[in-house]
Each structure stands twice: as C-alpha cells, then as structure tokens.
C-alpha cells in the first residue's frame, strides 16, 4: 500500500440514491444474482422530469437530477440550500457517456445531440438546475473514482474552497447491453443501473487514501449488483440507511477496485 | 497553518502538429509555423470544414511493439517517451508503487469505439472505447503502480490533471506524478464540431474582429511533478495553484459573463498564495469563437483591473487547432517555456482590433519578455472551467 498522509474527514449530511432496484435504499437486495432472477443487466427506464428544458436531455442527465432532488429529500433541505458558488460538485462515472457516444456514432442522435457526449454535460446538467456553480471535477472509472472525489470534496472543504460538496455519480447501461454482454462473464454480477449523491460538509476525525495494485473481493458487487463508480456511494447509503453516525468510517471504510487498482478510503477518529 | 510545499514540474514532453519535442514545439510557436492542414487519416468530405491540427505521422518512436493499436495511446506514449527521455523513471529513479498517472481528456478512447461499432478489427476494441482507456495503457507503458486517474473537464481537462497531480504530491500519495492531457482528431468530433458550426472556413483569428471560429487539433502533453525537494536542480518551474469550477449556466456555451472562469482564476491564484498584481502573462484560452474570446477578455479585465491592457495575454490555438484535452497542459507548457527563455510567442492570424477585445494579445511576433508568474486559463463543455498559476524557475 502507498501511505498518504490523512486530512479532515468531511460529514455525510444526506444522500440521494435511485438505482435500478428501485427507489433508494430500502429497495436494495441482500444479494444481487438471486434479486436480478438470471437478467444480466438492471434497468432504471427514464426518470419522469417535468420542463421544457429537458426535453433534449439524455435519461443519464435525468438520473442525475433525480439523484440530487433523492439527497435534498434524504436532508429535508431545500434546493436554496446547496445553491450558489460555495457548493462543490465532484462527478464520477465509469461508462456514463456509452449511450451518447453510441447514438452519436450509429447517427440516431442527430447533431445538436453532440453536447450530450461530453461526459461533463450529465453533470452540467444538474448544476444549471440547482444553481451549482463552485469547484467541478469529473472523475472517471469505476469504484475507485469515487474513493477518489470523496477524498477531493475531503481535500477543498479542509481547504476552505467551498462550504458543502456533493459527490454525484451516474451509471447506465441499457443502451449498450449487447455491448456489455459480449464483454462480460456470465457468471458476474448483474450490471444495476444506479444514480446516487452524496451531500459532504466538514466533520470530525481524519481520512486518509491507499491505493495500492491487485485484486478486491468485490463483496460489494456481490451484494448490489455491478454499479461502478456508484458503487461506493450506495455502500454510504446503505450505511447511513443502516443509522450509522459516520457513514464513511463504520464498519472498516471503503474499499473500490478498477483496472488492477485497489483503492481504500480509510477514516479515522480523533481532531479534524 | 503553514503553506504546502511546491510542486514542481520536473519535466515535459509533447506530441503535437508544430513538432513531436520541445524544441520543435517551442521553434513553432515562436515562428509561427502552421500545424493546420487538410485531414488525411479520416473522410471529412462530407464535412462543411475538412481542415485542422492533424499529426500525420509519429515520427518519435519507431516500434510499436508493446503498444496498442490506439492513437490516443500512441500520442500520449510519445509524449512520454520525451518525458522519460530527461528524467528515467525506472526504479531507480522512483518506486513504481509511488509513480502516479493523472490525464485528462475530453474524447478518451472514443475512436476505438466508432471503430469497433464500424465492425473494424476485434470487438475487444470496445475496451478501448472507454474514457480511461488510453490513460490505463499509459500506466502499463510507464510501469507505475501507483493510482492512475483520468480526469475529464471537455477542454480544460488538462488544467484539472495537473492540479490533481499536484493535490496527490502535496497529500503524500505519490513522490513523482505523470500528469497532462491528450485528445486526438477522429470522425466522430469532427462531425460533431462540424454539426455544431463551430468550426471555421478561415484562419482561426484569436481576438480578431474578424474571428469566426476555431479549428480542432490533436495532441497529448504530459508534465513529470514532484515536490520541491525532490525535484532536482533545474526543474522548468512550479504549479502554485489550481482550480476547477462549474459555471452552472448552459450546457455547451459559457456563462455569458465568465463568472465561472472568474472564480477559477481568483481560486488558483488564492491557492499559489498570489494576487492578480502579481500575474506578469496570460495564457488565455483564445479559441477564436467570438463568444468565447470576448467573455475571457471581460473576465481578464475584472481580474486585473487597471493593470489589464499593460499584461501580456496569448493564444497559441491558431498554430495547431483546439487539442481539446491537450490544449491546457500544452499552454501551462508554453507559460514555463516562456519564462525560461524570455519570449512570449504571439498570438497568430490577429490582425483587425475587436473594439470588445482591447488587451494586449501579442500579436505578429514574439515579445521578449521574461514572465515569472503566468496564469493560465481554459474552458470546456458541460461549463467546464480550469485556471492554473505557474512560477518559472
């Protein structure tokens, strides 16, 4: 494992999570294969999202907004809450961009569609919605790049360049399942659609990063189905859900794994 | 609290249309040599505008063997091999557990999948497709074990890598960083560019009354980082301060006012522990879209208020295109490359005054001038925003 040195660990104050086993937390299974029933892939379908700007929207661009308004419910906060230039929005995805690149590509996009490819626009989307206007970062790739935008929002509260940060992840697969299909083991996991945000302020205690080059066990893929970058947000969930009081520290942190890079986020206790 | 060591940039390497080294490059801009030409690799026939920064052969690196056939890896794996050419990064130079790997991109490996959709070659190309694709291949090539990330801001991409890379250094999880940026010109941006009438008929005119869009480029830019102490003795300078915003405002155009860019810039130089009278040369983002060099130019004038018309300020974009991912890293390049040798290159094609761009953009030829402290900015897709501030060494 490569040290690093730790740095104020942030709170979790809400998180918002929609995936394809249905709407948040309590519609999430105890084990995935046996909950998928032999599908490879778990939809999410289109959101239902009301406005005429929307109307050229891509459904992951949907999914984000509707993972920002599960995080204001989850807070009983209002959308002025997070508005403005003092909120980070810190974006992660492994494959968010596949169904607009593939639609642009075959031409079933037509040509104002090509925004929509950019993987910044998802979450531009929901900036413009919520007024989000601080620091941005996008972070690609899987698990680990979650680990790794929580460590950011971690490291530009402690620096005092924005008062709140959200983490907010996408994944969707429906329009390139053929795609996913020829490429994964029948065995794996079901790929489950998910869209999930984390709301983060300063907290107590310290976090510190690891990344280090082999294998994880994947235990939770096993459990929630193959969700990618959105992966650890669901675990956050799942623990918050569970009335964990740090949600990023019990049990043991987070752990994410991608292209041969395990990555822990480890929290410990003691002076922020 | 005290203030976090510097990170230094170590060493660069580039892969670009002007030149596939340093010296090319830095010749080109200062000459004002042309990287646009009429694109070969690809069909562009069908295209309003056929032209741009295409590198039509890489003449860097001879044998491909342990590369794949993946133009955005080769890009960037000739930008490393002149990184690695003046800093070694075996493991005597570095445990390859703390090597870590930052780039950024706006198109990642998306050719891979235009190409594999079009039934060309394996369907394992699909792999290739992914956006951290190329960047993982960098990290096999390099031999680094330590975190690999790929960032992607659209076209500030490159200002993002190297702030992450610098935030890794001074938090310890890594003792030397590979950080830049790397885009290519395929089909699918070119059809995209084209679709959205961006791109221009004409010279791309940064600043110019006349400007009427810009032309794309492909290149990759790679930064070696490290802190201070262990830099060595002649490190081409240091990166005080980054940040990446979000505009919140429009999909694919920029905040009309630039607030975005705005507190980017005011964010990186707080970071470098600097104010805007400190700044000696501006690097702008300079595409040539009227939209985008009249928003920079207001935000330039708010920054640096009464010192504004007296600061140099630059586009290099005209010599090669927009490369996209590239185009930050590249510019943070050419900022430390001015330092060092005493020249700002000019801003090409600027020739008719916008009455609504009133800086000085260097136009003609390059000035002799030594900046110490630049500051470099970009723009992206998505109200992307990146500023970074660079110190000569």
Redesign the interface.
Known sequence: MSAAAGIPAPAVRAVGLCSGWGTGVAALPADACAAAGGRSLVGLGRPAVQGERFRRATRECLWALAAVEAMLEDGRAERAAIAGERTALLFVSAAVYGASNRAFIEGTGGGTHFAYTAPAVVPAEAAIEYRLRGPSVLFIGGAPAALRAIWYAATLLAARACDRALVLGVETFEECADLYARARRRTAPPLVEAAACLWLEPGDGRLVLQSARGRSRGDGARRLGEMLAVGPLAEVALRRHAGYSDPLADPLGLTGAWRGEVTNLIFTKGAG | MSRPERVAVVAAGVTTPIGQDLDAFWSSLLTGASGISSIERFPVADLRVGRGGEIKKLTRIKRWDRVPDCRATRLLVSAADELIAQVPLGPATVEP??LAVVVGT?L?G?EE??RA?AGEGP?RR??G????SPG?NLTRWLGA??????????CASGA?ALG?GA?MLR????DLVVAGGYDILCR?VM???D??RSLTRDEVRPFDKRRSGLLLGEAAALVLLARETDAGRAPLGYLLGH??????????APDPEG??LE?AAR?ALA?AGVGPDDVDFVSAHGTATPLNDRIETAVLKRLLGPRAPSVPVNSIKATMGHTMGAAATLEAIMCLLAGRHGQIPPTRHLEVPDPECDLDYVPGTARAARPRLSLSTSL?????NGALVLESA
């Not at chain 2, 497709?129 to 951290?132: F, I, V």
């Open positions: 557990s703390r706006a990642g998306v999948g235009e959709l369907r699909l792999r497709a992914l956006y951290d993982d074990r330590g975190p690999a990330l790929t960032v992607s801001t659209a993002t992450i935030e938090q310890g999880q890594a699918f059809r995209g560019f679709a959205l940040a990446s915003t979000g505009d919140g405002s429009h999909i694919s607030r975005g507190r964010l970071e992206g897709f998505g109200g992307c």
